[in-house]
Protein backbone atom coordinates (compact mmCIF):
# COMPACT_ATOMS: atom_id res chain seq x y z
CA UNK A 1 0.00 0.00 0.00
CA UNK A 2 1.59 3.62 -1.05
CA UNK A 3 2.37 6.10 2.30
CA UNK A 4 3.45 9.08 1.75
CA UNK A 5 5.16 11.49 4.22
CA UNK A 6 6.27 14.53 4.34
CA UNK A 7 8.88 16.16 6.85
CA UNK A 8 9.25 18.26 8.81
CA UNK A 9 5.39 18.20 10.13
CA UNK A 10 5.96 21.75 10.79
CA UNK A 11 8.17 24.98 9.56
CA UNK A 12 9.00 27.99 10.85
CA UNK A 13 11.61 30.23 8.88
CA UNK A 14 12.30 34.27 8.51
CA UNK A 15 11.54 35.97 5.51
CA UNK A 16 13.64 35.86 2.56
CA UNK A 17 15.45 32.35 3.47
CA UNK A 18 15.62 29.44 0.91
CA UNK A 19 13.63 26.18 2.00
CA UNK A 20 12.94 22.88 1.00
CA UNK A 21 10.07 20.90 2.12
CA UNK A 22 10.37 17.01 1.52
CA UNK A 23 8.25 14.09 0.60
CA UNK A 24 8.43 10.56 0.58
CA UNK A 25 6.54 7.73 -0.78
CA UNK A 26 6.68 3.99 -0.65
CA UNK A 27 6.21 2.63 -3.64
CA UNK A 28 7.97 4.30 -7.23
CA UNK A 29 5.13 3.05 -9.50
CA UNK A 30 3.81 5.88 -9.68
CA UNK A 31 2.32 8.06 -12.42
CA UNK A 32 2.55 11.81 -10.98
CA UNK A 33 3.00 13.54 -7.77
CA UNK A 34 1.73 17.04 -6.97
CA UNK A 35 2.39 19.68 -4.32
CA UNK A 36 -0.55 21.52 -3.37
CA UNK A 37 -1.06 24.60 -0.85
CA UNK A 38 -3.42 24.89 1.91
CA UNK A 39 -4.41 27.79 3.78
CA UNK A 40 -6.48 27.70 7.01
CA UNK A 41 -10.23 27.02 6.62
CA UNK A 42 -9.61 26.46 2.30
CA UNK A 43 -9.47 24.28 -0.23
CA UNK A 44 -6.08 22.85 -1.86
CA UNK A 45 -4.66 24.89 -4.30
CA UNK A 46 -2.01 23.06 -6.97
CA UNK A 47 1.13 24.42 -6.94
CA UNK A 48 2.98 21.96 -9.20
CA UNK A 49 2.07 18.66 -10.95
CA UNK A 50 5.25 16.71 -12.18
CA UNK A 51 4.41 13.62 -14.13
CA UNK A 52 6.44 10.19 -13.47
CA UNK A 53 8.65 10.74 -16.43
CA UNK A 54 9.88 14.17 -15.46
CA UNK A 55 12.62 15.27 -12.87
CA UNK A 56 11.57 18.87 -12.12
CA UNK A 57 8.97 21.93 -12.77
CA UNK A 58 9.48 25.34 -11.80
CA UNK A 59 6.96 28.22 -11.18
CA UNK A 60 7.90 30.91 -10.50
CA UNK A 61 9.94 30.84 -6.92
CA UNK A 62 8.77 27.28 -6.49
CA UNK A 63 10.68 24.45 -7.58
CA UNK A 64 9.30 20.47 -7.12
CA UNK A 65 11.60 18.41 -8.32
CA UNK A 66 10.91 14.26 -8.64
CA UNK A 67 13.42 11.20 -8.19
CA UNK A 68 10.84 8.20 -8.19
CA UNK A 69 13.71 5.41 -8.17
CA UNK A 70 14.68 6.39 -4.33
CA UNK A 71 10.65 7.72 -3.92
CA UNK A 72 11.43 11.26 -2.83
CA UNK A 73 10.27 14.76 -4.06
CA UNK A 74 11.14 18.15 -2.83
CA UNK A 75 9.62 21.28 -2.86
CA UNK A 76 11.91 24.53 -2.91
CA UNK A 77 10.76 27.83 -2.26
CA UNK A 78 13.08 30.88 -3.18
CA UNK A 79 13.07 34.22 -0.92
CA UNK A 80 10.35 33.40 1.30
CA UNK A 81 7.29 35.52 2.69
CA UNK A 82 4.73 35.62 5.12
CA UNK A 83 2.55 35.43 2.15
CA UNK A 84 3.68 31.79 1.42
CA UNK A 85 2.56 30.44 5.58
CA UNK A 86 0.56 27.73 4.60
CA UNK A 87 0.02 24.07 5.26
CA UNK A 88 1.92 22.15 2.08
CA UNK A 89 0.85 18.84 0.84
CA UNK A 90 2.35 16.36 -0.79
CA UNK A 91 0.24 13.36 -3.12
CA UNK A 92 1.10 10.68 -5.90
CA UNK A 93 -0.95 9.21 -8.26
CA UNK A 94 -0.89 5.15 -8.75
CA UNK A 95 -2.98 2.73 -9.07
CA UNK A 96 -6.33 1.78 -11.02
CA UNK A 97 -8.65 4.42 -8.93
CA UNK A 98 -6.82 7.57 -10.40
CA UNK A 99 -7.01 9.05 -7.03
CA UNK A 100 -4.24 11.54 -5.22
CA UNK A 101 -2.72 9.72 -1.70
CA UNK A 102 -1.57 12.41 0.43
CA UNK A 103 0.83 13.21 2.83
CA UNK A 104 0.52 14.46 6.22
CA UNK A 105 1.45 18.03 4.71
CA UNK A 106 4.28 20.68 6.02
CA UNK A 107 3.01 23.74 8.00
CA UNK A 108 5.14 26.68 6.92
CA UNK A 109 5.28 29.77 8.72
CA UNK A 110 7.11 32.32 7.82
CA UNK A 111 7.74 35.58 9.99
CA UNK A 112 8.11 38.66 8.85
CA UNK B 1 -14.75 29.35 -15.55
CA UNK B 2 -15.67 28.78 -11.99
CA UNK B 3 -13.87 25.55 -11.35
CA UNK B 4 -15.02 23.21 -8.99
CA UNK B 5 -17.34 24.68 -6.80
CA UNK B 6 -19.05 22.97 -3.47
CA UNK B 7 -22.40 23.53 -1.28
CA UNK B 8 -22.91 24.28 1.36
CA UNK B 9 -19.90 25.55 2.85
CA UNK B 10 -20.93 24.85 6.40
CA UNK B 11 -23.91 22.69 7.49
CA UNK B 12 -24.41 21.39 10.53
CA UNK B 13 -26.77 17.59 11.39
CA UNK B 14 -28.26 15.62 13.62
CA UNK B 15 -27.56 11.98 13.62
CA UNK B 16 -29.48 9.72 11.57
CA UNK B 17 -30.58 12.59 9.61
CA UNK B 18 -29.55 13.00 5.59
CA UNK B 19 -27.87 15.61 3.42
CA UNK B 20 -26.59 16.17 -0.42
CA UNK B 21 -23.13 18.04 -0.64
CA UNK B 22 -23.46 19.42 -3.92
CA UNK B 23 -20.28 19.33 -6.41
CA UNK B 24 -19.63 20.89 -9.74
CA UNK B 25 -17.20 21.75 -12.31
CA UNK B 26 -17.54 23.72 -15.37
CA UNK B 27 -14.09 22.66 -17.19
CA UNK B 28 -15.97 19.32 -18.80
CA UNK B 29 -13.16 17.06 -16.63
CA UNK B 30 -14.29 13.43 -16.93
CA UNK B 31 -12.88 12.22 -13.87
CA UNK B 32 -14.68 13.62 -10.09
CA UNK B 33 -13.78 12.39 -6.85
CA UNK B 34 -14.94 13.17 -3.38
CA UNK B 35 -12.34 13.54 -0.53
CA UNK B 36 -12.39 13.78 3.53
CA UNK B 37 -9.91 15.30 5.31
CA UNK B 38 -9.65 14.75 8.98
CA UNK B 39 -6.81 16.19 11.72
CA UNK B 40 -4.25 13.41 11.46
CA UNK B 41 -5.65 11.17 8.91
CA UNK B 42 -5.12 13.55 6.07
CA UNK B 43 -7.29 13.11 3.03
CA UNK B 44 -9.06 9.92 2.35
CA UNK B 45 -11.00 8.73 -1.25
CA UNK B 46 -14.64 8.16 -0.63
CA UNK B 47 -16.01 7.59 -4.44
CA UNK B 48 -14.86 8.85 -7.33
CA UNK B 49 -16.37 8.59 -10.99
CA UNK B 50 -14.80 8.33 -14.65
CA UNK B 51 -17.36 9.85 -16.40
CA UNK B 52 -21.20 9.95 -16.52
CA UNK B 53 -23.28 7.43 -15.22
CA UNK B 54 -19.44 5.60 -13.62
CA UNK B 55 -18.94 5.53 -10.12
CA UNK B 56 -16.91 3.64 -7.63
CA UNK B 57 -16.24 3.57 -4.30
CA UNK B 58 -12.56 4.67 -2.73
CA UNK B 59 -11.28 3.89 0.53
CA UNK B 60 -13.60 5.30 2.76
CA UNK B 61 -17.00 4.93 1.19
CA UNK B 62 -19.39 3.25 4.14
CA UNK B 63 -22.34 5.70 4.97
CA UNK B 64 -21.87 7.52 1.83
CA UNK B 65 -23.93 7.17 -1.69
CA UNK B 66 -22.94 8.97 -4.90
CA UNK B 67 -24.58 9.29 -8.55
CA UNK B 68 -23.31 10.83 -11.82
CA UNK B 69 -26.13 11.88 -13.93
CA UNK B 70 -24.08 14.48 -15.64
CA UNK B 71 -20.37 15.23 -16.61
CA UNK B 72 -20.85 18.57 -14.82
CA UNK B 73 -21.96 17.07 -11.29
CA UNK B 74 -21.15 15.01 -8.72
CA UNK B 75 -23.12 14.70 -5.45
CA UNK B 76 -22.26 13.08 -2.53
CA UNK B 77 -24.65 12.00 -0.40
CA UNK B 78 -24.75 11.25 3.56
CA UNK B 79 -27.72 8.51 3.99
CA UNK B 80 -27.70 8.69 7.87
CA UNK B 81 -25.59 11.04 9.18
CA UNK B 82 -23.55 9.70 12.29
CA UNK B 83 -20.88 12.03 14.77
CA UNK B 84 -17.83 9.83 13.15
CA UNK B 85 -19.04 12.02 9.74
CA UNK B 86 -17.82 15.32 10.66
CA UNK B 87 -14.97 16.25 8.43
CA UNK B 88 -14.04 18.78 5.73
CA UNK B 89 -15.36 17.16 2.56
CA UNK B 90 -13.61 18.19 -0.69
CA UNK B 91 -14.57 17.46 -4.40
CA UNK B 92 -11.98 17.40 -7.32
CA UNK B 93 -11.92 16.50 -10.78
CA UNK B 94 -9.69 16.37 -13.67
CA UNK B 95 -9.50 15.99 -17.43
CA UNK B 96 -8.86 12.24 -16.95
CA UNK B 97 -8.92 9.42 -15.52
CA UNK B 98 -5.74 8.10 -16.99
CA UNK B 99 -3.84 10.25 -14.20
CA UNK B 100 -1.62 12.25 -16.54
CA UNK B 101 -3.20 15.48 -15.25
CA UNK B 102 -3.50 17.45 -12.92
CA UNK B 103 -6.49 17.52 -10.27
CA UNK B 104 -8.11 20.42 -9.13
CA UNK B 105 -10.36 20.62 -5.74
CA UNK B 106 -13.12 22.78 -4.26
CA UNK B 107 -12.96 25.10 -1.74
CA UNK B 108 -14.71 22.53 0.68
CA UNK B 109 -17.99 21.68 3.20
CA UNK B 110 -17.19 21.39 6.88
CA UNK B 111 -19.98 19.02 7.81
CA UNK B 112 -20.35 19.01 11.44
CA UNK B 113 -22.90 15.97 13.21
CA UNK B 114 -23.87 16.09 17.03
Known amino acids: KQEVTQIPAALSVPEGENLVLNCSFTDSAIYNLQWFRQDPGKGLTSLLL?????REQTSGRLNASLDKSSGRSTLYIAASQPGDSATYLC???????????FGKGTKLSVKP | NAGVTQTPKFQVLKTGQSMTLQCAQD?????MSWYRQDPGMGLRLIHY???????DQGEVPNGYNVSRSTTEDFPLRLLSAAPSQTSVYFCASSYSWTTSYEQYFGPGTRLTVT
Open chain 2, 27 to 31: MNHEY
Open chain 1, 50 to 54: IQSSQ
Open chain 2, 49 to 55: SVGAGIT
Open chain 1, 91 to 101: AVTGGSQGNLI
